[in-house]
């Protein structure tokens, strides 16, 4: 379990929880390689979506989606691919470079590099921090949601480069447990996709 980022003052008052600084937002992003837990993601066209996310730094996602949805999407590789039961040409890929959610895959997370963060905003409860590749801007950004004391992500929202969103919402993640590498395999996903 990773160790929690102390916040100076957050003692001092206990209902309004202090901003988290894009280094403290960094450092817990870096203080965990793998984690997994249950998510809800509400779709571009309003439709829920429910399921378990995997997560395995660097560059590894997969999301493992409740019945009666049979979508999958695994990133590996250096690739992203998302199984679609209704496609019969097998799964849709793309370079994951080409997505935000890259930006917190990567194997040292740094929020504070030039022209990355677009926003980095406090309500008092929790921390919004956007976030864009400054090299490939016009694939889209992914907002963050941490709450503090202890810092967790619990949610994210997906903005594509056609401008639809897509909200994840966490729920508590196991962090640092043992999340196979098989997971995130994309050819064998295809090999077995269907029987």
Do not use: C
């Amino acid at each position: 379990m990773a160790v929690p980022l102390a916040l100076a003052g957050a003692a001092a008052s206990p209902s309004f929880a202090q901003q988290l600084s894009l280094g403290e937002v960094s450092n817990y992003l870096n203080s965990f390689t793998s984690a997994e837990g249950e998510f809800t993601q509400v779709n571009p066209d309003g439709t829920i979506s429910t399921g378990t996310v995997y997560i395995k730094r660097p560059n590894r996602v997969r999301f493992e989606y409740n019945p009666p949805e049979q979508s999958l999407v695994v990133a590996g590789g250096g690739q992203v691919a998302i199984f679609d039961p209704r496609s019969n040409t097998g799964p849709d890929r793309y370079p994951l470079n080409q997505t935000p959610l890259s930006i917190i895959l990567q194997s040292n997370i740094d929020l504070t590099r030039a022209n990355m963060v677009t926003g980095h905003t406090s309500d008092g409860t929790t921390t919004t921090v956007t976030a864009q590749d400054p090299q490939r801007p016009q694939y889209g950004n992914i907002q963050m949601v941490f709450t503090s004391s202890p810092a967790e992500l619990r949610q994210w929202i997906v903005t594509d480069e056609t401008g639809q969103k897509t909200t994840v919402i966490l729920g508590d993640l196991t962090k640092d447990g043992n999340v196979p590498d098989i997971l995130f395999n994309i050819q064998r996903e295809m090999r077995n996709w269907g029987n």
